[in-house]
T-cell receptor, first 116, second 115 residues
Framework: DSGVTQTPKHLITATGQRVTLRCSPRSGDLSVYWYQQSLDQGLQFLIQYYNGEERAKGNILERFSAQQFPDLHSELNLSSLELGDSALYFC???????????????FGPGTRLLVL | AQKVTQAQTEISVVEKEDVTLDCVYETRDTTYYLFWYKQPPSGELVFLIR????DEQNEISGRYSWNFQKSTSSFNFTITASQVVDSAVYFC????????????WGAGTKLIIKP
């Protein structure tokens, strides 16, 4: 158990809908990363937040957005869903102290999204 | 640009055989980090090892060992005396300080260990 939690584990929805994926990082971790794993694109970085602020953006579609709240949990919002958005979405967190391996990301179990 | 290549799409061996998973990376940064993650059939991503660019020392952890060679930009992973429970997809990944440590992933190698 990495200590990162994600809900829900599975999500089935229809095209055009909007969903919210939730992530709670490990206790004390300030940084949250979101990744998408799809069959055709593999694992791709979407976005990173650090202590409530957006830090880096990757291949994230404009239909997708994220935020990190004061309690450090994060949400990834996916809207106007298309069939191609079906994927496994991972959240990861990393420590940000000099005493820990801040470069290492620990992953949640993922949310499997199926768009029908 | 950064890139991670895992040329072996799938490897199948019989239990107790040794197996090496290859990883080649590209980066322009002098400070970077390399990782291996395991994804078992259940789907989660399990952190196995992290190496920084200044530390070329090989590492052994039980049946697992890693060979980092900057001269060939490779970070290979060997499982000795493989077991059925080692069956999984293994990912090599790269992160750089200048990219806020976001992970650049290889395509993964599916390892099948037959009893």
């Amino acid at each position: 158990d990495s200590g990162v939690t994600q809900t829900p584990k599975h999500l089935i929805t229809a095209t055009g809908q909007r969903v919210t994926l939730r992530c709670s990082p490990r206790s004390g971790d300030l940084s949250v990363y979101w990744y998408q794993q799809s069959l055709d694109q593999g694992l791709q970085f979407l976005i990173q937040y650090y202590n409530g602020e957006e830090r880096a953006k990757g291949n994230i579609l404009e239909r997708f957005s994220a935020q990190q709240f004061p309690d450090l949990h994060s949400e990834l919002n996916l809207s106007s869903l298309e069939l191609g958005d079906s994927a496994l979405y991972f959240c990861a967190s990393s420590p940000q102290t000099v005493h820990e391996l801040k470069e290492t990301q620990y992953f949640g179990p993922g949310t499997r999204l199926l768009v029908l | 640009a950064q890139k991670v290549t895992q040329a072996q799409t799938e490897i199948s061996v019989v239990e107790k055989e040794d197996v090496t998973l290859d990883c080649v990376y590209e980066t322009r940064d002098t400070t970077y980090y390399l990782f291996w993650y395991k994804q078992p059939p259940s789907g989660e991503l399990v952190f196995l090892i992290r190496r920084n660019s200044f530390d070329e020392q090989n590492e052994i952890s039980g049946r697992y060992s890693w060979n980092f060679q900057k001269s060939t930009s490779s970070f290979n992973f060997t499982i000795t005396a493989s077991q059925v429970v080692d069956s999984a997809v293994y990912f090599c990944a790269l992160s750089e300080v200048d990219s806020n440590y976001q992970l650049i992933w290889g395509a993964g190698t599916k390892l099948i260990i037959k009893p």
